[in-house]
């Protein structure tokens, strides 16, 4: 057994207050973004391990103006989490649109913000799976009532 402790006098205060579920799930939120943290990510950003530059791509937190050179990364992978991150610009999303990998262009396909034009590119591209999950998404905004972004290709 460890003898370490995780959770500070005031985290523990604060877990024993009578609050509403609500106020409860937001006490599972990450952490304030803080100008360090933004530091942190940035240099990250440049880390020669994929998997840590992937996970700067992932990030909600990720400063707008990272995304462009992440999204040019030779890594596969960190280019995937980009097309994935809602946080990505528009104009990022549209550039993963044409990118040379299925994966990547796969998830813009399934990103909920990328824009409409790059939509429609990718419900003309050439790989199946690409254009079959701009279909499965369209029909689920469908079932949902709301209007597909394009017609399923």
């Known amino acids: 057994m460890s003898c370490i402790r995780f959770n500070t006098p005031a985290m523990r205060a604060q877990m024993r207050l009578d609050l509403t579920s609500a106020d409860a799930a937001l006490l599972h939120l990450s952490p304030a973004v803080t100008p360090s943290k933004i530091a ?4 990250l950003a440049a880390h020669a391990n994929p998997k840590i530059r992937e996970s700067v791509a992932s990030s909600r937190n990720t400063p707008e103006d990272l995304f462009p050179a992440l999204a040019a990364d030779p890594d596969e992978g960190v280019r995937a989490c980009v097309a994935r991150n809602e946080s990505a610009p528009c104009e990022v999303l549209r550039q993963l649109a044409t990118d040379r990998s ?3 262009r796969g998830f813009v396909a399934l990103n909920y913000f ?8 990718l ?5 199946r799976v690409v254009r079959g999950l701009v279909s499965w998404k369209a029909s689920l905004a469908e079932q949902e009532g709301k209007p597909a972004a ?3 290709g």
């Not at 990328?114 to 590119?121: F, G, Q, R, S």
């Open 123 to 127: 419900a003309n591209d050439r790989s």
């Open 114 to 121: 990328v824009p409409d034009d790059a939509m429609e590119l």
């Open 40 to 43: 942190r990510l940035r240099q």
């Open 102 to 104: 299925e994966k990547v």
């Open 150 to 152: 394009t017609p399923a």
